[in-house]
């Protein structure tokens, strides 16, 4: 029998570094799950990415047990790292912080296709290249 489902948790936390800190601490203890089991099944999940910010779905079942999915880094993290860059612009229709290539988006929406909505990988560097101009990041060819 297929046990039942309290609730779902989405949270954002840094791969293999995870802590009861918050937000993963309040946002399962309020739930009454047990933290420390979930930060290190998620810590040893997601050992080879360390320090990446890492999306995850918890979900709750009523018996208080729980199993995640974790999911691959936003676009906007990738898109940070494959061309060494601490931040957006703050303003990216005028102040323009770095330039991506084609290829470094197919790279990024081969890698996010699982997670985007999108068929295939043409489909989903529009997306990626839409990520990187809200960011201040021109495309170039």
């Given at each position: 029998?297929?046990?039942?489902?309290?609730?779902?948790?989405?949270?954002?936390?840094p791969g293999g570094q995870a802590s009861p800190a918050?937000?993963?601490?309040?946002?399962?203890?309020?739930?009454?799950?047990?933290?420390?089991?979930?930060?290190?099944?998620?810590?040893?999940?997601?050992?080879?990415?360390?320090?990446?910010?890492?999306?995850?779905?918890?979900?709750?079942?009523?018996?208080?047990?729980?199993?995640?999915?974790?999911?691959?880094?936003?676009?906007?993290?990738?898109?940070?790292?494959?061309?060494?860059?601490?931040?957006?612009?703050?303003?990216?229709?005028?102040?323009?912080?770095?330039?991506?290539?084609?290829?470094?988006?197919?790279?990024?929406?081969?890698?996010?296709?699982?997670?985007?909505?999108?068929?295939?990988?043409?489909?989903?560097?529009?997306?990626?290249?839409?990520?990187?101009?809200?960011?201040?990041?021109?495309?170039?060819?």
């Open positions: 029998m297929a046990k039942k489902v309290l609730t779902t948790i989405r949270l954002q936390a918050p937000p993963v601490g309040p946002a399962l203890g309020q739930h009454g799950l047990n933290i420390m089991e979930f930060v290190k099944a998620f810590n040893a999940q997601t050992a080879q990415d360390n320090g990446v910010t890492i999306p995850v779905v918890i979900t709750v079942y009523e018996d208080r047990s729980f199993d995640f999915v974790v999911k691959t880094p936003p676009a906007a993290v990738l898109i940070k790292q494959a061309i060494n860059l601490d931040k957006g612009s703050g303003t990216p229709h005028t102040k323009k912080v770095g330039q991506i290539s084609e290829a470094q988006l197919r790279m990024i929406a081969e890698k996010k296709l699982a997670d985007l909505n999108a068929h295939t990988v043409e489909q989903a560097i529009p997306i990626i290249a839409g990520t990187a101009r809200s960011m201040g990041v021109e495309v170039v060819d």
